[in-house]
């Protein structure tokens, strides 16, 4: 990595500056301003760090990290899947119907009307995934528009399931030891992000499909001369986006206690600012796991902060918009300084 | 077996007459009480419609969305009403309130096809002011129903004050209390939506300046229940004492999995309108209570109306619905037939009268 040269016209350097300057290159501007923003809060917001607030955080974040993470597969292809809200929605909605319907026939066994469930749900989210994949590696269609297509199937599919009544009715054990449960004193949903960021992380360093999905983003063409699978691996990734929205409509779903055809509607956009905010480039070919959950956990951090601060909504929205831009661009400045020389 | 046959076609006619006794029981909707604004002011009336209508005139609905139970409802009212009377009736709905464009020419389609009349829940009144004119001008009845009409002029309209509903849930509220103190935080629904502020102010009207009551915040966000879990979650933490959380039907949905979750059943709920889970919830004991408009009364008046208008009888051209608060203590005294749909009850898009 290059680091900026510094033109101190014969000046003696600022050591301490320039240390930081380089800490900043090397980390990105992200973690610093995240921990900038969590010392800042627990000095000014009152109930801010007492732990059932981190927990509440922590939670919340839990369902945008999984998103925002297959989310980011997906960008790095130099794709976009704008159907992961409307995947949330149908898993909700199938893995409820699912087992509110078996609950009549097999009332003594939970954990499987639980498994069953569950898997029809990732079936449903798969099954989108491989069909924006489909589209995009065999036809070439843009994949901003395959997406919006299945976006609007799997929302309509959804709400004609439900005819927009919430589905009950499924196992107690689900919503209360699941949903809303703690495992060794943190939520559930913590968890499953967690391990989804460790997968994706062993995945892009380790194994040759992260190596190709960077190659596929960088550069289509030299990737196929090269001899890469795109295809296969244009598939996989979709569908691998679809399941982890999939598996994040799941822990909502738990956690609400209810299947909703209507149930987020800006989990799309908030998966893709999550990502960008992380240093994820639209154009393809760059992005990291860790640093899009530290991404996903700075957007709800800065809500709860917002709410706690009693922060009018309508003034929320603009401050969020505000520092997305504001992200964004000094992620841009901060790789350009970096790659002058 | 000589008296077999007899015997069962009696059995059968009995069972058949016993049936459409039930059945026409069920569908004995009214009198229902409504407000009737003819004479310039508010008055309460009783409603009662029309037996049959005279032929079966073809009418057309334009509802803004089925997305949910609310609509639905108003759709079950539309159908049920048209079965009975004996008329034709085709629904479109636009999808949404974000598709005005889309309603304008579902408009045309109904202009266009064979309709005797037009009953719409408009987007939008603006939006829709100039089709309306086009409508009248062309002799057709156009009705317009649940959404507020002012200017446009329709032949008849019905629609509620929400401010009027927010009122009954403070109002309720406050004699549910009685002096006990009340920490309130409010989760009116989208800001800039027009019916979260409207409702709100009439919570506030009823409990604002009260001595036992403290309003919290507002707290308004977009009506997924993800969303308001999002908001009522972080609301538990900044407001540690708040002990009664009132909002859209969704923030009050989302708010009995929080509570629970936050060891906080001690929290009320209130919803400012009615649907499917308000009413579950209700029955399971786990919200104090909802305001209604009746919607499925709406729709049954609406097309009611337009059969009045066709076949040149006497129509009420203005009315209000009668907002009622539902909860446990009348539950079992309200005709909750038209407040909301059986809950096994699917989209209807057509009804055609039996010939």
């Known amino acids: 990595m290059m680091v900026k040269s510094t033109d101190h016209g014969g000046a003696a350097p600022n050591v301490a500056l320039d240390k930081f300057y380089r800490l900043y290159a090397a980390i990105g501007f992200l973690p610093i301003m995240l921990v900038g923003l969590i010392v800042l809060f627990a000095i000014f917001v009152p109930h801010f760090l007492v732990l059932p607030n981190v927990l509440n955080v922590l939670r919340s974040s839990s369902y945008l990290v999984i998103l925002a993470v297959g989310q980011m597969l997906v960008l790095m292809v130099g794709g976009f899947d704008l159907s992961v809200g409307a995947v949330v929605a149908l898993t909700s909605v199938s893995s409820a119907l699912v087992m509110a319907s078996l609950k009549g026939q097999m009332t003594d066994q939970p954990a499987l009307i639980i498994l069953i469930g569950v898997l029809a749900g990732l079936g449903c989210g798969f099954l989108v995934g491989l069909v924006n994949g489909l589209c995009v590696a065999f036809l070439s269609v843009s994949p901003f528009m395959v997406s919006l297509g299945t976006a609007s199937i799997a929302t309509g599919s959804a709400l004609l399931l439900t005819n927009g009544i919430p589905v009950y009715g499924m196992p107690v054990g689900y919503v209360d030891g699941f949903g809303r449960g703690l495992w060794f004193k943190l939520p559930s949903a913590v968890y499953l992000a967690i391990a989804i960021v460790a997968i994706v992380f062993v995945l892009q360093n380790f194994t040759r499909m992260g190596r190709y999905i960077v190659a596929i983003g960088g550069n289509l063409q030299a990737a196929i001369v090269s001899g890469v699978p795109t295809r296969f691996y244009l598939v996989a990734t979709y569908a691998l986006c679809s399941v982890f929205a999939s598996i994040s409509g799941l822990a909502l779903t738990a956690q609400i206690g209810s299947g909703q055809a209507a149930i987020n509607s800006q989990l799309t956009l908030e998966s893709i600012a999550a990502a960008v905010i992380a240093g994820v480039s639209l154009k393809g070919g760059v992005g990291k796991v860790e640093m899009v959950a530290l991404g996903a956990l700075f957007l709800l951090i800065l809500t709860n902060a917002m709410d706690l601060l009693t922060i009018d909504p309508r003034i929320q929205t603009i401050f969020l918009g505000v520092i997305v831009v504001l992200a964004v661009a000094l992620d841009e400045l901060s790789t350009r300084s970096t790659r002058r020389v | 077996?000589?008296?077999?046959?007899?015997?069962?076609?009696?059995?059968?006619?009995?069972?058949?007459?016993?049936?459409?006794?039930?059945?026409?029981?069920?569908?004995?909707?009214?009198?229902?009480?409504?407000?009737?604004?003819?004479?310039?002011?508010?008055?309460?009336?009783?409603?009662?419609?029309?037996?049959?209508?005279?032929?079966?005139?073809?009418?057309?609905?334009?509802?803004?969305?089925?997305?949910?139970?609310?609509?639905?409802?108003?759709?079950?009212?539309?159908?049920?009403?048209?079965?009975?009377?004996?008329?034709?009736?085709?629904?479109?709905?636009?999808?949404?309130?974000?598709?005005?464009?889309?309603?304008?020419?579902?408009?045309?389609?109904?202009?266009?096809?064979?309709?005797?009349?037009?009953?719409?829940?408009?987007?939008?009144?603006?939006?829709?002011?100039?089709?309306?004119?086009?409508?009248?001008?062309?002799?057709?009845?156009?009705?317009?129903?649940?959404?507020?009409?002012?200017?446009?002029?329709?032949?008849?309209?019905?629609?509620?004050?929400?401010?009027?509903?927010?009122?009954?849930?403070?109002?309720?509220?406050?004699?549910?209390?009685?002096?006990?103190?009340?920490?309130?935080?409010?989760?009116?629904?989208?800001?800039?939506?027009?019916?979260?502020?409207?409702?709100?102010?009439?919570?506030?009207?009823?409990?604002?300046?009260?001595?036992?009551?403290?309003?919290?915040?507002?707290?308004?966000?977009?009506?997924?229940?993800?969303?308001?879990?999002?908001?009522?979650?972080?609301?538990?933490?900044?407001?540690?004492?708040?002990?009664?959380?009132?909002?859209?039907?969704?923030?009050?949905?989302?708010?009995?999995?929080?509570?629970?979750?936050?060891?906080?059943?001690?929290?009320?709920?209130?919803?400012?309108?009615?649907?499917?889970?308000?009413?579950?919830?209700?029955?399971?004991?786990?919200?104090?209570?909802?305001?209604?408009?009746?919607?499925?009364?709406?729709?049954?008046?609406?097309?009611?109306?337009?059969?009045?208008?066709?076949?040149?009888?006497?129509?009420?051209?203005?009315?209000?619905?009668?907002?009622?608060?539902?909860?446990?203590?009348?539950?079992?005294?309200?005709?909750?037939?038209?407040?909301?749909?059986?809950?096994?009850?699917?989209?209807?898009?057509?009804?055609?009268a039996a010939m």
């Open chain 2, 1 to 352: 077996m000589r008296y077999a046959a007899p015997i069962v076609a009696t059995a059968v006619a009995m069972t058949a007459l016993a049936l459409s006794g039930t059945a026409n029981a069920a569908d004995k909707w009214w009198p229902a009480k409504i407000y009737n604004l003819d004479s310039g002011s508010a008055k309460e009336s009783e409603y009662s419609p029309l037996e049959k209508a005279a032929k079966p005139w073809n009418i057309c609905v334009l509802f803004p969305h089925m997305k949910d139970t609310f609509w639905v409802a108003a759709d079950y009212g539309v159908v049920e009403e048209a079965r009975r009377m004996g008329v034709n009736m085709t629904l479109y709905e636009a999808g949404g309130y974000e598709n005005l464009p889309k309603q304008l020419s579902q408009f045309d389609d109904c202009m266009a096809g064979n309709f005797d009349a037009i009953i719409v829940g408009p987007i939008s009144e603006a939006g829709l002011d100039k089709k309306i004119k086009e409508g009248v001008a062309a002799g057709k009845a156009i009705i317009s129903t649940v959404n507020p009409v002012s200017k446009s002029n329709v032949t008849s309209k019905m629609t509620v004050d929400f401010d009027t509903m927010g009122e009954q849930t403070g109002l309720y509220l406050m004699n549910y209390l009685k002096s006990k103190p009340a920490k309130v935080a409010t989760f009116p629904g989208p800001a800039g939506s027009g019916w979260a502020e409207d409702f709100l102010k009439g919570f506030k009207k009823a409990v604002d300046g009260k001595s036992n009551v403290t309003m919290l915040g507002d707290k308004f966000g977009d009506s997924g229940v993800a969303v308001q879990l999002g908001l009522i979650q972080n609301a538990l933490q900044a407001y540690p004492d708040m002990n009664v959380i009132w909002g859209c039907a969704p923030a009050a949905e989302a708010a009995v999995g929080a509570v629970a979750q936050a060891g906080r059943k001690d929290a009320l709920i209130m919803s400012s309108y009615e649907n499917q889970a308000m009413l579950d919830s209700l029955k399971k004991g786990e919200i104090l209570g909802f305001a209604t408009q009746y919607p499925v009364l709406q729709g049954r008046i609406a097309i009611d109306t337009a059969v009045r208008v066709l076949e040149k009888q006497p129509y009420v051209k203005s009315a209000k619905a009668i907002p009622d608060m539902i909860s446990k203590d009348n539950m079992d005294k309200i005709n909750l037939g038209l407040v909301l749909a059986p809950s096994d009850f699917k989209a209807v898009f057509s009804v055609k």
